[in-house]
């Protein structure tokens, strides 16, 4: 398979890991890593699984948001919650899953649903992740 390239990201991470520094070649993010406490770390940076979450979130909204285009559907005081776990699975090897809140107030709920379903065909992050994790989509009433 091949991809027309129309952007391309690029971060660095340096120092330790979980526990380093990561930086944009654009300079838009420049952070501090620490691990959560809840893993053992200090918490006092930014950690990958939040980094994920705020990607996911951003490109689930608007793959959501071009779905309702299509159908005309009320966009109006939408969000999407992501919510990026880290765990241990079956095996022992560290996995993640995670959940996404969709909260469309101004969509039938079976609607939303099915907006859900099609954003989550279309979704970059979603498609990238399909087969590899866990993702549960919940429609917020």
Same mark, same amino acid.
Request: with cysteine.
């Given at each position: 398979?091949?991809?027309?390239?129309?952007? =391309?990201?690029?971060?660095?991470?340096?120092?330790?890991?979980?526990?380093?520094?990561? &930086?944009?070649?654009?300079? *838009?993010?420049? %952070?501090?890593?620490?691990? +959560? $406490? !809840?893993?053992?770390? @200090?918490?006092?940076?930014?950690? $990958?699984?939040?980094?994920?979450?705020?990607?996911?979130?951003? #490109?689930?909204?608007?793959?959501? *948001? %071009?779905? !309702?285009?299509?159908?005309?559907?009320?966009?109006?005081?939408?969000?999407?919650?992501?919510?990026?776990?880290?765990?241990?699975?079956?095996?022992?090897?560290?996995?993640?899953?995670? =959940?996404?809140?969709?909260?469309? $107030?101004?969509? &039938? +709920?079976?609607?939303?649903?099915?907006?859900?379903?099609?954003?989550?065909?279309? #979704?970059?992050?979603?498609?990238? @992740?399909?087969?590899?994790?866990?993702?549960?989509? *919940?429609?917020? +009433?």
């Amino acid at each position: 398979m091949s991809i027309k390239i129309l952007y =391309t990201a690029e971060a660095v991470s340096t120092g330790d890991g979980r526990n380093g520094h990561v &930086a944009t070649s654009d300079g *838009r993010l420049d %952070l501090d890593l620490a691990m +959560p $406490p !809840a893993l053992g770390g @200090t918490g006092e940076g930014a950690n $990958p699984e939040q980094l994920f979450a705020s990607g996911y979130a951003a #490109c689930f909204h608007s793959a959501l *948001r %071009l779905v !309702a285009r299509q159908s005309d559907a009320d966009m109006n005081g939408s969000s999407v919650t992501a919510r990026v776990s880290i765990g241990t699975e079956d095996q022992g090897a560290v996995g993640l899953a995670v =959940t996404l809140l969709i909260h469309l $107030p101004d969509v &039938a +709920p079976g609607t939303a649903e099915e907006l859900a379903r099609s954003a989550h065909a279309v #979704c970059p992050y979603s498609r990238a @992740t399909r087969g590899n994790i866990h993702v549960d989509l *919940r429609v917020l +009433p």
